[in-house]
């Protein structure tokens, strides 16, 4: 969108298997392309393409795709292979694989739709695609254009896209910052698109009714990641099918979770459901680290098969690590897939000594260290463990999580209250949404991600909330203060928050502790995580795990999202 660093050249790339989610999101729905008579010959003209572009599908015809779209098209924020138009293009080459497909991204971070139609000759037309997608808006409100004018040109933009190619063209309608769900900006893309007579895939709302992030689709100024990709790829793709007069056969989904286990393997499941009222055989795909796995699922009309793989876990060393995991079924000429990332990550338990003792400071807590293993950022600022360096210790009380954190730290700066980080402190993540939420790779009000600076001389605690804590949240206690060559930080935790959060019974919870270093004043410089990353704030995915038993051994907390 429109805080980005300028883009190379655009990527020509062959299509490959890759996995992503065909159909909406389990759990929404999404209203379907339809044109009224007023909209005359124009809707009629894309279903014509349409059933043209499914007959090029079909014979194995080439087929060429066109993404033309500002940051998102460009893939500003993923790892570079999970953009939702790849993986939109990636599950039309699985469902049709005989279909000779090429995508052409042309994505061009912070650009407009006036600044789309400067290009629409050379990157558009010039190219003769069978398939445009057409991603442009969210700049036009970040960088404060009237709505008349967006309107005005998105119009343009999206007649000329049809009257000036021949190919069947899908309005990837923004995803704007707004808390409102039916803002002007977003229903001004819904018009235009319908007016135009074209197939709309509306990633603003399948963001919104999909696990998007609560802070909106662009958190603290950053790109979607992967994830939400995967959520924008099921609209596109719903989008495309249906402009090709297709209906699913069956769905398919990877069933996620998180759990703690000591066992080598990782027991993944799926699921493979028939919508049908006729038999269906599929071909069942999995891929994962390299490696793929390949059966064929016979379905008799609704039955659902459930499927299960074992996967050999290396021995875990060092933070916490995601592996993309890949399910793709086809069955007759429908494609449908799941994209989900396997974490795994370290987990402690809380100590359980005496509470007398525990709560006088002087039980026998065991201690995890952060040093140069724990370096993510500024490893060649870093002077050593006198510079900066750390230990944690949790004990469960009677009545709360007590988190005890103790910084070494030879320089001590202080950054002002609403920013910490442009100073020494202390950030404590810990996700206390409902077990069927724990790991999900998004903020919700129930993740909790807290910052503790070291005192002022003349000050008490020093330390905020990134996001305001919820009511449940209110009994939280927070010190601070310093000691002889670094500080002290305690955070209480009340078990009855939690169990309000996370319910009676809950067997863990997501869990981070990392400190920062600005030797000198400034922003941060040097940062130690224990097992996550400089990202935790945007992504709570990586979290490692906090369980009040005893942990067998080398137990690690594994999340599937």
């Given at each position: 969108?429109?805080?980005?660093?300028?883009?190379?050249?655009?990527?020509?790339?062959?299509?490959?298997?890759?996995?992503?989610?065909?159909?909406?999101?389990?759990?929404?729905?999404?209203?379907?392309?339809?044109?009224?008579?007023?909209?005359?010959?124009?809707?009629?003209?894309?279903?014509?393409?349409?059933?043209?572009?499914?007959?090029?599908?079909?014979?194995?015809?080439?087929?060429?795709?066109?993404?033309?779209?500002?940051?998102?098209?460009?893939?500003?924020?993923?790892?570079?292979?999970?953009?939702?138009?790849?993986?939109?293009?990636?599950?039309?080459?699985?469902?049709?694989?005989?279909?000779?497909?090429?995508?052409?991204?042309?994505?061009?971070?912070?650009?407009?739709?006036?600044?789309?139609?400067?290009?629409?000759?050379?990157?558009?037309?010039?190219?003769?695609?069978?398939?445009?997608?057409?991603?442009?808006?969210?700049?036009?409100?970040?960088?404060?254009?009237?709505?008349?004018?967006?309107?005005?040109?998105?119009?343009?933009?999206?007649?000329?896209?049809?009257?000036?190619?021949?190919?069947?063209?899908?309005?990837?309608?923004?995803?704007?910052?707004?808390?409102?769900?039916?803002?002007?900006?977003?229903?001004?893309?819904?018009?235009?698109?319908?007016?135009?007579?074209?197939?709309?895939?509306?990633?603003?709302?399948?963001?919104?009714?999909?696990?998007?992030?609560?802070?909106?689709?662009?958190?603290?100024?950053?790109?979607?990641?992967?994830?939400?990709?995967?959520?924008?790829?099921?609209?596109?793709?719903?989008?495309?099918y249906e402009a090709l007069?297709?209906?699913?056969?069956?769905?398919?989904?990877?069933?996620?979770?998180?759990?703690?286990?000591?066992?080598?393997?990782?027991?993944?499941?799926?699921?493979?459901?028939?919508?049908?009222?006729?038999?269906?055989?599929?071909?069942?795909?999995?891929?994962?680290?390299?490696?793929?796995?390949?059966?064929?699922?016979?379905?008799?009309?609704?039955?659902?098969?459930?499927?299960?793989?074992?996967?050999?876990?290396?021995?875990?060393?060092?933070?916490?690590?995601?592996?993309?995991?890949?399910?793709?079924?086809?069955?007759?000429?429908?494609?449908?897939?799941?994209?989900?990332?396997?974490?795994?990550?370290?987990?402690?338990?809380?100590?359980?000594?005496?509470?007398?003792?525990?709560?006088?400071?002087?039980?026998?807590?065991?201690?995890?260290?952060?040093?140069?293993?724990?370096?993510?950022?500024?490893?060649?600022?870093?002077?050593?463990?006198?510079?900066?360096?750390?230990?944690?210790?949790?004990?469960?009380?009677?009545?709360?999580?007590?988190?005890?954190?103790?910084?070494?730290?030879?320089?001590?700066t202080t950054g002002p209250?609403?920013?910490?980080?442009?100073?020494?402190?202390?950030?404590?993540?810990?996700?206390?949404?409902?077990?069927?939420?724990?790991?999900?790779?998004?903020?919700?009000?129930?993740?909790?991600?807290?910052?503790?600076?070291?005192?002022?001389?003349?000050?008490?605690?020093?330390?905020?909330?990134?996001?305001?804590?919820?009511?449940?949240?209110?009994?939280?206690?927070?010190?601070?203060?310093?000691?002889?060559?670094?500080?002290?930080?305690?955070?209480?935790?009340?078990?009855?928050?939690?169990?309000?959060?996370?319910?009676?019974?809950?067997p863990g919870l997501g869990?981070?502790?990392?400190?920062?270093?600005?030797?000198?004043?400034?922003?941060?410089?040097?940062?130690?995580?224990?097992?996550?990353?400089?990202?935790?704030?945007?992504?709570?995915?990586?979290?490692?795990?906090?369980?009040?038993?005893?942990?067998?051994?080398?137990?690690?907390?594994?999340?599937?999202?």
């Amino acid at each position: 969108m429109n805080q980005c660093r300028p883009y190379a050249a655009p990527v020509v790339t062959k299509v490959i298997l890759l996995a992503a989610l065909l159909l909406v999101c389990p759990g929404t729905s999404h209203a379907g392309w339809t044109y009224t008579p007023a909209q005359g010959d124009r809707g009629a003209v894309m279903e014509q393409r349409g059933r043209e572009l499914l007959a090029r599908l079909q014979r194995g015809d080439p087929v060429r795709i066109i993404a033309f779209g500002d940051s998102l098209t460009a893939g500003f924020g993923t790892d570079g292979h999970h953009v939702y138009c790849r993986i939109a293009a990636d599950i039309l080459q699985f469902a049709f694989p005989e279909a000779r497909i090429e995508l052409i991204i042309h994505g061009h971070p912070g650009e407009t739709t006036a600044d789309a139609l400067g290009r629409f000759d050379g990157e558009v037309k010039a190219g003769r695609p069978d398939l445009l997608l057409v991603q442009f808006g969210g700049n036009d409100k970040g960088w404060g254009r009237a709505l008349g004018d967006f309107r005005t040109d998105l119009g343009r933009l999206l007649r000329r896209s049809r009257d000036e190619t021949e190919a069947l063209v899908i309005a990837c309608l923004p995803p704007i910052v707004d808390p409102n769900p039916t803002n002007s900006w977003s229903e001004a893309a819904r018009g235009v698109a319908g007016l135009e007579g074209l197939p709309a895939a509306d990633l603003d709302r399948a963001i919104r009714r999909g696990d998007g992030d609560f802070r909106g689709p662009f958190p603290c100024g950053s790109h979607p990641d992967g994830f939400t990709h995967a959520i924008m790829a099921r609209e596109v793709t719903r989008a495309l099918y249906e402009a090709l007069g297709l209906s699913p056969a069956f769905t398919c989904e990877l069933l996620r979770g998180s759990h703690l286990s000591g066992q080598g393997v990782y027991d993944l499941r799926a699921e493979v459901t028939s919508v049908s009222d006729a038999p269906i055989e599929c071909d069942v795909r999995f891929e994962w680290e390299g490696r793929a796995f390949r059966e064929t699922v016979r379905l008799e009309p609704h039955e659902t098969s459930r499927l299960q793989w074992k996967l050999p876990l290396a021995p875990f060393a060092g933070h916490s690590r995601a592996y993309p995991v890949r399910l793709l079924v086809r069955g007759g000429e429908m494609g449908d897939g799941d994209l989900a990332w396997l974490t795994v990550a370290p987990a402690v338990a809380a100590e359980q000594p005496e509470a007398e003792a525990a709560a006088g400071g002087t039980g026998d807590a065991t201690w995890h260290h952060l040093g140069e293993e724990t370096l993510v950022m500024g490893r060649h600022h870093w002077l050593g463990e006198s510079d900066l360096s750390a230990r944690f210790s949790i004990v469960a009380l009677a009545d709360s999580l007590r988190f005890t954190i103790e910084v070494t730290d030879d320089d001590i700066t202080t950054g002002p209250r609403e920013d910490p980080a442009q100073g020494d402190c202390i950030e404590l993540y810990l996700d206390l949404r409902a077990d069927a939420d724990q790991g999900k790779r998004v903020y919700s009000p129930h993740v909790i991600a807290l910052q503790i600076a070291p005192p002022n001389e003349d000050s008490g605690a020093r330390w905020r909330s990134m996001e305001p804590l919820v009511r449940e949240l209110e009994g939280l206690a927070v010190t601070c203060r310093r000691t002889e060559g670094g500080y002290r930080a305690q955070v209480d935790l009340p078990l009855s928050a939690v169990s309000a959060l996370r319910g009676a019974d809950w067997p863990g919870l997501g869990f981070d502790i990392g400190v920062n270093d600005a030797d000198g004043g400034g922003s941060r410089k040097v940062q130690m995580m224990w097992t996550g990353f400089p990202d935790n704030y945007l992504d709570p995915g990586y979290l490692g795990g906090l369980w009040l038993d005893v942990l067998p051994p080398d137990a690690t907390r594994r999340t599937l999202r």
